[in-house]
């Protein structure tokens, strides 16, 4: 029998008559757009994060894009990223006709490399986009202490796998100019559709923010800027209220058992994910690197362990992108794409289930050793 790689079903059978209330609500008053469900969401998550605005997106690129709009990206602006990340984070920067710089990872954790990023700085740099990749926050403190180094730069957080996670004791999202995240439905916090947050403690840009999510309106039909339909539709708000309310019991399990994923693992031939002793990792993905990837991967599957690859490719590599990476190679991040294999990962995950899998996981890795 298969498992689930994400088991959303069994966290609504948990919390159903919680959801549904909070969907019934809904129902009942009708404000399917900015109703009161959105407010009262927003001030849950600024008070969770510690941020002194939350501005709720209809989905964690929308989040990011509204950041660099509030911003005034312009064309020709340049944005210091990471290659090794899903679409959405270069994807935002060239949409406003800014340009992606890329900074290779660190090998162990496959967040940025802090260590690279001076060196990327030019006359044209206007922020720098770290991703919190797989849970685990960047090294934000330096990221920011870089930032003012070089002219007080925007630091925006890809904070869309990290919601939840802890850094020097503050939480992901409240730790840079803009932090923001997705409500995806696979992600730590996630709601029924799409859906994302945006954070920040500056009021001039959080209402900046909050004008560009409505068509850049300071009040009804009056525009002040150029904006876009960003809202997040009441019902999705609903559902993560809902969800809000066992989630420091969910992150204490995917802290738990991600500890005793790696605890499990130690002495078979992989590469958890490096994790550093001044945050946590809240898991959006359990991810380890391994060589042999398709044999593992595929013995795996046929085992009935669901497997998935974040990410593949990496963006100076993909068709769309590949003219920003100017020709140069990545290394790290190279590497990383052709071993890096996600298991089964949510808080509903029991431990018999974690035994299955690291059984199986060590079965296909023995299979995948050359014959001598």
Not at 275 to 294: I, K, Y
Not at 304 to 333: E, V
Request: aromatic share 6%.
């Amino acid at each position: 029998m298969s498992l689930p790689f994400i088991d959303l079903k069994s966290q609504y059978t948990a919390l159903k008559p919680r959801i549904d209330a909070r969907i019934q609500a809904v129902l009942d008053h009708g404000q399917y757009i900015m109703g009161p469900e959105v407010k009262e969401l927003e001030a849950a998550l600024a008070a969770y994060t510690g941020a002194k605005h939350c501005i709720t997106v209809s989905s964690g690129t929308e989040a990011l894009l509204i950041a660099l709009m509030a911003l005034d990206l312009r064309p020709g602006d340049e944005v210091i990223t990471t290659p090794f990340t899903f679409a959405a984070t270069a994807e935002v920067i060239v949409l406003l006709g800014g340009v992606p710089i890329f900074v290779d990872i660190e090998p162990d954790t496959c967040n940025i490399d802090t260590r690279l990023i001076e060196a990327a700085i030019t006359p044209k740099t206007r922020a720098i986009m770290p991703v919190s990749l797989y849970g685990q926050v960047c090294d934000m403190d330096e990221i920011n202490a870089i930032a003012a180094r070089h002219g007080n730069l925007a630091v925006i957080e890809d904070a869309a796998q990290s919601f939840g996670a802890s850094y020097k004791g503050k939480k992901s999202c409240a730790l840079s100019t803009f932090g923001a995240t997705s409500f995806f439905p696979s992600k730590p916090l996630g709601c029924y559709g799409d859906g994302g947050a945006l954070f920040t403690d500056d009021d001039a840009l959080a209402q900046t923010a909050r004008e560009i999510r409505v068509h850049g309106q300071s009040q009804r039909y009056t525009h002040t800027r150029v904006g876009v339909g960003g809202r997040m539709d009441t019902l999705q708000c609903a559902v993560v209220l809902a969800k809000l309310e066992r989630f420091e019991w969910e992150i204490a399990r995917r802290l738990a058992l991600g500890a005793r994923y790696q605890a499990l693992m130690q002495g078979l031939a992989v590469q958890p994910l490096g994790l550093r002793e001044d945050r946590d990792c809240v898991w959006a993905q359990f991810t380890l690197q391994v060589d042999s990837r398709q044999t593992v991967q595929q013995a795996l599957n046929a085992a009935g362990i669901p497997t998935a690859i974040h990410y593949p490719t990496p963006l100076h590599k993909q068709p769309a992108y590949a003219q920003y990476g100017r020709g140069q190679s990545f290394p790290k991040a190279e590497r990383a794409a052709e071993r890096v294999l996600s298991l089964p990962m949510s808080p509903d995950l029991s431990e018999a289930q974690q035994d299955r899998v690291v059984h199986e996981l060590a079965r296909a890795l023995s299979a995948s050793l050359p014959v001598i």
